[in-house]
């Protein structure tokens, strides 16, 4: 069956992908990876996140995660792109690797998006905006596929996302229970193209630098009180 | 003891009666280029910009309580008006002359207009306000067919633009500029300063009033005249500026020269016959020029960092657009589409008759080494990345945030320019901090069991919160080389929220003195 995908997947961009130097997806965890169709968040795709409270900071961790393990120079577009190099850092994510850009109006950030995943010098994009079109997300695709980065979607969860033109979709929520400054999350693959779904507890292990499966890991003690 | 002093012997210039008159490419080995400078007059400057006029106009300025006739065109003056007469009076000699206010500002606006025009005979071209041009036509006389050819066709196409205009040539500004006001028409070969000065009066080199009526009270007429007075004593008496000027005029003092714009490294141009008015023209002339210009870069093997590109309309005007890129470059594509954009502000209305592509600044391109793999890959990725920030910059703002030696949140990372290099000092950031500082922090009320315990619950955006866990407080103290003395301290709490939301929050100022409360961050 995989092998079959696989071939359908290839037939599916006849013509269309170049080849890349990088083709490995970028890694998340093991036990995430493992029920993503291409092992781990593919390249030269867009991947659609949902940021569940107002700051949408467990959306932007991820985010982050994801952009440090994309291994190359990475964009930032944004209405007001609010990244602080400080805990990016924490992430992995180098300052010396990010390039910030503003743009308020939807159109100059979908064209800046777009021009970022066709330059083969970008690893990963990343675009904050309040939703986008199914017309623009395709573009956005098409771009991607040229250029061969990874792009991501970051907006705020909404009863009804809409349609997805990206290849996987995802809901970041923070999970109450570590130290207020180590990052858990609780994260559900809402959507997976030729994949199935899946929901999993994880904790970022900032001094290991791995995501960790909670479910698959002792119980830890309870969390303390506040004195 | 006296003092002996050793006078080094003093070096002739060749003299240049020696010399031919025509003064072509200099042989080499001269060591001083015989510079030639072309100076443009416009004595009816101030009347050309308050707008056309078909009858007899004048000028006039207030001058204290009188108004006095600046300056009368030609009909004018046939009806016996002249410059320094009241207004009253010239109203009186001849009632039918229009007077109009003398319009400082849109003097000037022209002239500036105007010299941004003759950039196309030169690229060197000042500005002698009030009324005249001055261009360094070194070397270029050539493309026109001698000096008397390019002064006839500046002065044509002056013309042609509806300007009265005089011209000479000399080989300093200054005098270029005398002969233009006092003997327009002149070509006054480089090294005969002295003869061509000497017939001039004296108010032709711009000498201040008061020692302009000082020399005539001593009968000197001609600059002639003052020539032959020894120098010591006219410098003692009236002061070592006449002496400059005389030595700039002169040649033997170089005069400044402060060109409108920088001389380009490079440039191509191309002239139209038909003014060309629609984008598609502009376009397919462009894809022409920069390949020209490209080309020129790489026989050299630079690459440019600012690209202009000057479009001369028919009715003597100029529009520039300037590119700055972040990293030098001669790829044709690229500064294609970066000049795409920009070209929208043309305004062609009547047609451009001529297009230059300048670059202005270049700097050592080395040509890309193919097939060595790692390093070939490196740089062209380098270059995509380049080309990509200066497309986005072109639109948006870009930057980059470099860490700073500070532990203040807000100057932790700072905006740096897109190509800046970016060095994380050591220990930086060592704490944890939140990935999301806001830009405003939001004012937050906060419960707490004691004034310095940590928040329980926290009100933000309206809304009541819960707070399950706190870790703080971590005080920062005011950075008082940077800061304001009055700012207050902050104590910083990370804060886990109910639904797990992990936040970062401040109380600024002591507990004890009313502080106030801020969310500032949002960790992951």
């Known amino acids: 069956m995989a092998t079959l995908r696989r071939q359908v997947a290839v037939l599916e961009h006849a013509g269309t992908r170049p080849d890349h130097a990088r083709q490995d997806p970028v890694p998340l965890c093991p036990s995430v990876d493992q029920v993503l169709p291409a092992g781990g968040l593919a390249r030269a795709a867009l991947h659609e996140i949902l940021g569940t409270t107002a700051l949408s900071g467990a959306a932007l961790g991820f985010c982050a995660l994801v952009l440090a393990r994309s291994g190359g120079t990475v964009l930032w577009i944004g209405a007001e792109p609010e990244a602080w190099p400080p805990g990016l850092v924490r992430f992995g994510l180098d300052p010396a690797r990010l390039v910030l850009v503003r743009a308020s109006r939807p159109a100059d950030a979908l064209w800046a998006m777009e021009e970022a995943l066709r330059c083969p010098a970008v690893s990963a994009a990343l675009l904050a905006s309040p939703g986008i079109g199914l017309t623009a997300g395709r573009r956005l695709m098409l771009a991607a596929e040229a250029g061969g980065a990874l792009g991501l979607l970051l907006r705020a969860d909404s009863p009804h996302p809409g349609p997805a033109v990206a290849l996987t979709r995802w809901r970041i929520s923070p999970r109450p229970g570590g130290a207020p400054s180590e990052a858990h999350w609780q994260v559900e693959l809402l959507r997976s193209r030729g994949g199935a779904g899946g929901n999993w507890p994880l904790r970022w292990n900032e001094a290991a630098g791995e995501l960790l499966d909670e479910a698959s890991l002792p119980a830890r003690p309870v969390r303390r009180r506040v004195g | ?524």
């Not at chain 2, 490209?294 to 093997?301: F, I, N, Y």
């Open chain 2, 1 to 524: 003891m006296r003092r002996r002093f050793c006078r080094p012997p003093r070096l002739e210039a060749p003299s240049a009666s020696e010399a031919p008159a025509q003064a072509l490419p200099l042989p080499a080995g001269e060591n001083v280029p015989a510079r030639r400078f072309l100076a443009i007059h416009l004595p009816l400057l101030a009347i050309e910009a308050t707008g056309p006029a078909d009858g007899p106009v004048l000028v006039w300025r207030a001058n204290g309580p009188r108004r006095e006739v600046l300056a009368v065109n030609a009909a004018a003056a046939a009806l016996g008006v002249a410059p320094r007469q009241s207004l009253a009076d010239a109203q009186a000699i001849a009632p039918g002359v229009q007077p109009r206010p003398e319009e400082p500002d849109a003097e000037r606006a022209r002239l500036q207009a105007l010299g941004l025009w003759a950039l196309r005979f030169t690229p060197l071209v000042a500005l002698d306000p009030p009324q005249g041009l001055l261009l360094d036509i070194t070397g270029v006389e050539a493309l026109f067919g001698g000096e008397a050819a390019l002064l006839e066709r500046v002065l044509s196409s002056l013309r042609r633009h509806g300007h009265a205009a005089l011209g000479a040539i000399a080989g300093t500004g200054p005098l270029a500029a005398a002969l233009a006001q006092a003997a327009p028409g002149t070509i006054a070969p480089s090294g005969q300063e002295r003869a061509a000065l000497a017939p001039l009066l004296l108010f032709a080199l711009r000498i201040p009033l008061p020692v302009l009526a000082a020399l005539r009270r001593l009968g000197l007429e001609r600059l002639g005249d003052l020539l032959a007075q020894p120098r010591a004593p006219l410098a003692h008496r009236f002061g070592a500026e006449l002496i400059l000027a005389l030595d700039r005029a002169l040649g033997e003092a170089t005069a400044p020269f402060p060109s409108l714009r920088p001389p380009p490294d490079f440039h191509v141009t191309r002239e139209f016959l038909e003014p060309l008015i629609a984008r598609g023209g502009i376009d397919a002339v462009l894809s022409r020029l920069l390949p020209l210009l490209c080309q020129q870069l790489e026989d050299t093997g630079r690459g440019l960092r600012r690209l202009v590109l000057r479009a001369h309309r028919g009715d003597g005007t100029m529009q520039e657009i300037v590119l700055g890129l972040g990293r030098s470059s001669r790829d044709a594509a690229h500064l294609a589409k970066l000049l795409e954009r920009r070209l929208d502000t043309l305004e062609p209305r009547f047609g451009f008759e001529r297009l230059d592509l300048l670059a202005e600044i270049t700097e050592p391109l080395a040509a890309l080494q193919s097939g060595m793999p790692g390093a070939a890959t490196q740089a062209v990725e380098e270059a995509a990345l380049a080309q990509l920030i200066d497309r986005l910059g072109q639109r948006l703002p870009v930057w980059r945030l470099a860490p700073r030696a500070s532990h203040w949140p807000e100057r932790q990372a700072m905006r740096v320019e897109p190509f800046a290099a970016i060095e994380t000092p050591p220990g930086w950031a060592a704490r944890p901090r939140p990935l999301r500082l806001l830009r405003k922090p939001e004012p937050i009320e906060v419960m707490a069991l004691l004034p310095d315990a940590p928040p329980r619950r926290l009100r933000w955006r309206g809304h009541w919160i819960e707070v399950s866990a706190a870790e703080g407080p971590e005080r920062f103290e005011p950075e008082w080389w940077w800061d304001r003395p009055d700012r207050p301290l902050r104590d910083y709490y990370r804060v886990e929220c109910a639904d797990g939301t992990r936040l970062w929050i401040c109380r600024a100022g002591l507990a004890d003195e009313a502080p106030r409360w801020f969310l500032h961050g949002a960790f992951a």
